[in-house]
């Protein structure tokens, strides 16, 4: 898709699109930022596409396109597009790096058959009597020759050195597309897409191995009203301040990321929900403990508290069944008044 649209954009039809985008966005009223301005070239251009469906979807429920979704929207589905596309870069110059090597080598290669024969050349003149002026000769084309290998040897062993050099620079750069594609951008934690691919990694091994594993979700109590009232930096703010905790209480195997909006997801390996309760609670006791200040006019933004719900996976149970029941302990601390922490197995208990 990425492709398609960079083509376009260098294309005559360059303007068309570019046209319909705004058009589109001022008819629905979406503010043409530059985030929502790429996800509309990719909707106009490809109106049947994931991004195109799931656009309509929240519109069609009377919803817009805030920063906050603009930014799910992108992490959903444009990294991978820039993924694949950055990945083939770098693979097509591995492949010329890797060429140059092969020539550079197949040249010595060559060099050191030449090499070989004029040994043999040279010993096959001193196995008979030479006068002193022909073994002078022969001695002097010895050592051109073992000059000429000897520089193209260290030629080579420098562009094996600058090769090696190359390749790493390659790779570190791969890591740093993929860390890039799994980052949320806004809270630093992991995004919905690496969330999912590790949910499936760890019920798996969960599955296998017969060891626990829990899964949490925290959600940041009235975040809408208080992002209404404070405006969407000094949203932004509480989000990067919550995820600082979660990440400071889950470090590896622990896995924690941003699910959507204001709501972060944990993966808690070998460990049972009864156990993970007071994580949890110091999750949530350290975020309500401290004060934040409005950074632009030092205002005092008041009380922030989190409510938790947590599920422990039941070998053979679909992942997503794991999903809704944490959802369901999270949706029932919401309802018995917000900031706290309800184990998925006191709901069935209850019922």
Not at 152 to 175: G, K, P, Q, Y
Not at 234 to 247: E, F, H, K, M, N
Not at 252 to 269: T, V
Request: glycine fraction near 4%.
């Amino acid at each position: 898709m990425s492709e398609d649209i960079d083509a376009a954009v260098r294309s005559p039809e360059a303007y068309d699109l570019a046209r319909t985008a705004l058009e589109d966005m001022e008819r629905r009223g979406i503010w043409p930022t530059p985030l929502n301005y790429e996800l509309w070239l990719h909707f106009v251009a490809h109106p049947s596409s994931l991004l195109a469906q799931e656009i309509e979807r929240i519109l069609s429920q009377g919803s817009t396109i805030t920063d906050d979704v603009g930014e799910e929207l992108a992490a959903a589905f444009l990294p991978k597009a820039k993924l694949n596309e950055q990945i083939r870069d770098a693979g097509v110059q591995l492949n010329r790096e890797l060429a140059s090597v092969a020539l550079a080598i197949k040249q010595a290669q060559a060099s050191n058959e030449q090499y070989g024969e004029t040994l043999a050349t040279v010993g096959r003149d001193l196995e008979s009597d030479v006068a002193p002026l022909t073994l002078k000769e022969l001695v002097a084309t010895l050592s051109a020759a073992t000059r000429q290998v000897q520089q193209e040897t260290r030629s080579l062993e420098i562009r094996l050195d600058e090769s090696a050099s190359e390749v790493t620079r390659l790779r570190e750069h791969l890591e740093q597309v993929r860390r890039d594609a799994t980052t949320d951008a806004l809270t630093k934690l992991a995004n919905r897409k690496a969330f999912d691919d590790e949910l499936v990694r760890t019920c798996t091994e969960a599955s296998e191995s017969g060891e626990p594993l829990a899964l949490a979700f925290i959600d940041i109590d009235h975040f809408k009203r208080f992002n209404d009232n404070w405006g969407h930096q000094t949203g932004d703010q509480v989000l990067r301040y919550v995820a600082s905790v979660i990440a400071r209480m889950t470090p590896a195997p622990r896995f924690a990321a941003r699910f959507g909006g204001e709501e972060f997801a944990m993966l808690f390996p070998c460990e049972r929900a009864a156990d993970v309760i007071s994580t949890l609670e110091e999750i949530r006791i350290e975020v309500s403990s401290r004060t934040l200040k409005r950074r632009s006019t030092n205002e005092d933004l008041g009380a922030i508290t989190v409510s938790a719900g947590v599920a422990e996976y039941v070998p053979g149970e679909d992942m997503h069944a794991l999903v809704e029941r944490a959802d369901e302990a999270l949706y029932a601390s919401k309802h018995a008044g917000r900031n706290r922490t309800t184990n998925a197995r006191e709901i069935a208990s209850a019922a």
